[in-house]
């Protein structure tokens, strides 16, 4: 229960930045204050688990909710089959196909990484924000393709506990669609915490061996091509809707080249 934001969006992450917050406090700030912390160190198993018991609890908690509201649920693969019915294809092996009849339907099934020409995700070398959440091991450098809110905030995440942080990002500013003011104070801010910048630069691959990744980028202002090597390759180029599969094109509903519905004149999505 609670789809991608409580599973593998916004509430591990912020999990996440909590306890990379205390590390850095205790690391950079204590000293200051008259606490020693010599010998510190990170547990990132212990930091992953306190992250999953996080969605672990409020899961069970939107189940029991659903329960006592007598809301009935089906765990299954959904699709529309025809107007007033939803096919489910049920996810144990041996369960039985159902028809749910309906009079309304509503369409929240979430979102997935959007995908990036020249970049194959393994979910090692280069990961997606759902893999940045599950890494086994710090990494000592890490590329995040995309300055949205996404990788700069996993980003951030990594750089409070140790690993150097390159942003390559195809915009001359962060954050796209915030205020310029906004934008340039808060690069400034990630600055002071030791994250690095390649503004105006378009990806054009990324490379994975068993210990190392390469992106490989051109500059817009020159056209001249440059590589970065890294132990961990995260890819943030934004989100797009799940909505292959459900039978939409069948029923005659227009989609965008991103999955996103077209309501009247307007495409409309909730991706979280």
């Not at 609890?57 to 009935?72: M, R, V």
């Not at 990036?116 to 959440?133: C, F, N, P």
């Not at 808060?186 to 190392?212: P, W």
């Not at 490989?216 to 132990?231: G, N, P, Q, R, V």
Request: hydrophobic fraction near 40%; charged fraction near 25%.
């Amino acid at each position: 229960m609670g789809g991608t934001c409580l599973n593998v969006g916004c509430i591990p992450s912020k999990a996440l930045l909590q306890s990379s917050h205390h590390f850095e406090v205790a690391n950079h700030e204590f000293a200051h204050h008259g606490i020693k912390t010599t010998g510190l160190t990170l547990d990132l198993k212990t930091m992953m688990g306190r992250k999953d018991k996080v969605v672990q609890e409020l899961t069970q908690g939107i189940e029991f909710l659903i329960k006592k509201n007598k809301i009935d649920y089906v765990v299954g693969e959904g699709k529309i089959a025809a107007p007033g019915e939803v096919a489910v294809k049920p996810a144990k092996k041996g369960g039985k196909k159902k028809v749910l009849k309906t009079e309304n339907t509503i369409i929240a099934t979430g979102s997935d990484v959007t995908p990036l020409a020249g970049v194959t995700i393994d979910e090692k070398r280069i990961v997606s924000s759902t893999g940045a959440l599950e890494l086994k091991k710090v990494p000592q450098t890490l590329v995040v393709v995309g300055a949205g809110v996404i990788g700069l905030e996993l980003g951030s995440v990594y750089a409070r506990l140790g690993t150097e942080i390159t942003v390559v990002e195809f915009l001359d500013a962060i954050t796209p669609g915030m205020d310029p003011e906004v934008q340039k104070t808060f690069q400034r801010m990630l600055k002071k915490q030791g994250i690095n910048f390649v503004m105006g630069a378009a990806v054009q691959k990324t490379e994975a061996s068993k210990t190392k990744a390469k992106v490989t980028y051109t500059l817009k202002k020159d056209d001249s091509t440059h590589e970065i090597d890294a132990d961990t390759v995260l890819v943030a180029t934004g989100r797009r809707p799940y909505t292959e599969g459900l039978g939409l094109d069948a029923l005659g509903v227009d989609l965008s080249k991103r999955g996103q519905i077209q309501v009247g004149k307007d495409w409309q999505t909730s991706m979280r």
